[in-house]
T-cell receptor
């Protein structure tokens, strides 16, 4: 079965420091990749997605992610975090065009003052 | 414009009761999805509609779970004879097509006592 692994359940980082949230997926012939953010008491919001083309994807709020096919990874990065980035981040994959989306368990980002 | 809305936002049910959860998708969105999100977990797929057709219900955990979208717009997720393990946040999402960006509602938090 296809799977998505978010290695870190929680990531503490100081404000204005860089952050990387890791995501690995089980390999597939073709794959669509997503990062969603869930702010406290709100629904999930799409940060960015990779469907094809450039492996470096830029999203909202200064986030970006890089698709690495050989390492089956799609890590999320931001060069300088803000207190407002405190949220839970979910990596997700659609393994094939007609398959259902599979979410990771999420990584909670804690911004330290 | 209006996003995806869900009602009620919170529902407390006694074990054995039936519940009905409503989702109003974004107007014009063909695809509608239901997810179950247990505490500390990522959303897990329940079922998928394309217009009024339920094309995938492989994620429904038991025959106590039933979903419908009779006119291809509003959808209802019904859970019969609720059990404590049904306690979770139920998320609804809609999109233009199956692999397009999914827009999530705020969810319904179901607590079964």
């Amino acid at each position: 079965a296809q799977s998505v692994t978010q290695l870190d359940s929680q990531v503490p980082v100081f404000e204005e420091a860089p952050v990387e949230l890791r995501c690995n997926y089980s390999s597939s012939v073709s794959v669509y990749l997503f990062w969603y953010v869930q702010y406290p008491n709100q629904g999930l919001q799409l940060l960015l997605k990779y469907l094809s083309g450039s492996t470096l994807v830029k999203g909202i709020n200064g986030f970006e992610a890089e698709f690495n096919k050989s390492q089956t990874s799609f890590h999320l990065r931001k060069p300088s975090v803000h207190i407002s980035d405190t949220a839970e981040y979910f990596c997700a994959v659609i393994p094939n065009r007609d398959d259902k989306i599979i979410f990771g368990k999420g990584t909670r980002l804690h911004i330290l003052p | 414009g209006a996003g995806v809305s869900q009602s009620p936002r919170y529902k407390v049910a006694k074990r054995g009761q039936d519940v009905a959860l409503r989702c109003d998708p974004i107007s014009g969105h063909v695809s509608l999805f239901w997810y179950q999100q247990a505490l500390g977990q990522g959303p897990e797929f329940l079922t998928y509609f394309q217009n009024e057709a339920q094309l995938d219900k492989s994620g429904l955990p038991s025959d106590r779970f039933f979903a419908e979208r009779p006119e291809g717009s509003v959808s209802t997720l019904k859970i019969q004879r609720t059990q404590q393990e049904d306690s979770a946040v139920y998320l609804c999402a809609s999109s233009l097509d199956r692999t397009d960006t999914q827009y999530f509602g705020p969810g319904t938090r179901l607590t079964v006592l």
